[in-house]
């Protein structure tokens, strides 16, 4: 759970690296990143990256769930009040933001993903030429230029992601037994500014469109 | 002051149980909150009702009988305090206090209020203890141990296996006591010996037991009477990979 939770941590800031080069920030930034997600569509060492990539997200998506219900079984009959205990909020709805995470997911691979693959169609009004990598810059633009409340669902995503990353990021150092009086309050800073930077780095893509 | 109560009743482990309502109108804010159910129970007695069952011993916070789960924590509001060392000073006049017993799969209603915390001993007999010979006093004596290590051990060794931190737990989880313990025995030379097998012994207990997985919430540590610290979890963790892998 807490490995799988970490790659994932490390990937996210890979392709948060790779969304932002659809924002004008040099010149030539949508040629770079069509070039980037055509690189990514054939290059074979990162289609093998893939495979590892979906069992980093299977492995953890799959565990947490086992865990949770393993978890309610364990309680047995509940409460009738219940963790009125002072506890960081999320990490007592982890599972839900979880769960929130997954259905975003899902969506996100619909829409893009899966059309990077080319296992999905582009949108026909997009008007967007084969093979779909190549202008996959195009494919983005389309989606969030087309539609407030597609960008708007994309936002409150990463505000969740935000939030769950906060409690994960430093859970998953003490779930690897790394706990220490003089590191971890710098490993919860470091969770903290890590899930801002994700939060809003990752929405600032959609929000760039809504306002242009 | 005036009281009401909303308790837990069941009349055996198997019984199903429910929620009875009393009132009691001459609360002293200076009880504690045992006597105050003393005196409901004293109430009952008189008229002929079955009192409520609760577990007590020590009345002074060191033997861990007393866990309630009073308004949605374990040992009431307060913090480091056990049920017994809570006094009814922390409740407004006219309040509904609710008592339950522990919940968890692992720790079963026998009766009323009380849960059988069993399932923590059969943990300590799984690997809780030191076998090899830890020799007499004056060798004892001649064994240097780190001033950070024994406080760390002593600490640890405060838990009074009540039980709270399972209940707090959202997942039921029995982790920070068994952290605790482990920690007590594999901070010193002599418990040192045994840790790798310790762990793995006391980890198997905990998950055949039933127990749930800990998500690292810390309510446990916020709850927990005696102040035992979330770092025994990464302690317990460090030791039971490195079991696993070696
Ligand atoms: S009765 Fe012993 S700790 Fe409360």
Same mark, same amino acid.
């Given at each position: 759970m807490a490995l799988a939770g970490l790659f994932l941590i490390v990937f996210l800031l890979v392709h948060l690296t790779i969304n932002l080069f659809i924002l004008p920030i040099c010149e030539n930034h949508d040629e770079i990143f069509s070039a980037i997600a055509h690189f990514m569509g054939t290059n074979s060492i990162v289609k093998t990256f893939e495979i590892v990539l979906m069992a980093g997200f299977l492995i953890h998506i799959i565990y947490g769930i086992i865990l949770q219900i393993q978890n309610w079984i364990a309680r047995g009959k509940g409460y009738k009040i219940a963790n009125k205990t002072k506890t960081s909020f999320m990490s007592k709805y982890i599972i839900y933001s979880g769960l929130l995470i997954l259905?975003?997911?899902?969506?996100?691979?619909?829409?893009?993903?899966?059309?990077?693959?080319?296992?999905?169609?582009?949108?026909?009004?997009?008007?967007?030429?084969?093979?779909?990598?190549?202008?996959f810059y195009d494919i983005v633009v389309y989606l969030f230029s087309n539609n407030l409340l597609y960008s708007i669902i994309y936002i409150i995503a990463f505000i969740v992601l935000g939030i769950h990353l906060n409690h994960t990021f430093q859970s998953a150092f003490q779930t690897l037994g790394l706990n220490h009086s003089k590191y971890t309050p710098f490993i919860k800073a470091v969770g903290t500014i890590y899930s801002i930077v994700i939060a809003i780095g990752f929405s600032i893509v959609p929000l760039y469109f809504i306002f242009n | 002051m005036k009281i009401k109560l909303k308790i837990w009743r069941q009349k055996n482990a198997k019984a199903k149980g429910k929620f009875v309502n009393y009132t009691l109108d001459d609360v002293s804010p200076e009880m504690s909150f045992l006597e105050m159910l003393d005196a409901l129970n004293s109430k009952l007695i008189l008229q002929d009702d079955e009192p409520v069952a609760f577990e007590h011993d020590c009345r002074e916070g060191i033997c861990g009988c007393c866990g309630l789960y009073i308004n949605g924590?374990?040992?009431g509001p307060g913090e480091k305090t056990t049920t017994c060392e809570l006094h009814m000073r922390?409740?407004?006049?006219?309040?509904t206090i609710v008592i339950e017993p522990w919940r968890a799969k692992a720790f079963p209603v026998i009766k009323d209020l009380i849960a059988?915390?069993?399932?923590?001993?059969?943990?300590?007999?799984?690997?809780?203890?030191?076998?090899?010979?830890?020799?007499?006093?004056?060798?004892?004596n001649s064994?240097?141990?780190?001033?950070?290590?024994?406080?760390?051990?002593?600490?640890?060794?405060?838990?009074?296996?009540?039980?709270?931190?399972?209940?707090?737990?959202?997942?039921?989880?029995?982790?920070?006591?068994?952290? !605790? $313990?482990?920690?007590? *025995?594999?901070?010193? /030379?002599?418990?040192?010996?045994? #840790?790798? =097998?310790?762990?793995?012994?006391?980890? !198997? $207990?905990?998950?055949? *037991?039933?127990?749930? /997985?800990?998500?690292?919430?810390? #309510?446990? =540590?916020a709850e927990c009477p005696k102040g035992i610290k979330v770092t025994n979890i990464a302690r317990m963790n460090r030791e039971f990979i490195a079991a696993k892998v070696s």
């Open positions: 259905f975003f997911l899902i969506l996100h691979f619909f829409d893009l993903y899966f059309i990077k693959l080319g296992l999905v169609e582009a949108p026909a009004a997009a008007n967007i030429p084969h093979p779909h990598e190549e202008h | 924590r374990p040992h922390s409740f407004k006049d006219g309040q059988d915390r069993n399932a923590f001993d059969k943990i300590i007999i799984a690997g809780g203890f030191v076998s090899v010979n830890a020799g007499s006093a004056p060798e004892a064994i240097l141990i780190k001033k950070k290590n024994a406080d760390e051990a002593f600490d640890s060794a405060a838990c009074i296996g009540c039980g709270a931190c399972v209940a707090a737990c959202k997942n039921a989880s029995a982790m920070l006591f068994i952290s !605790a $313990k482990i920690s007590q *025995l594999t901070l010193l /030379n002599q418990g040192k010996v045994e #840790a790798m =097998e310790r762990v793995q012994a006391m980890v !198997a $207990k905990m998950d055949e *037991l039933g127990f749930g /997985n800990c998500t690292n919430t810390y #309510a446990c =540590e």
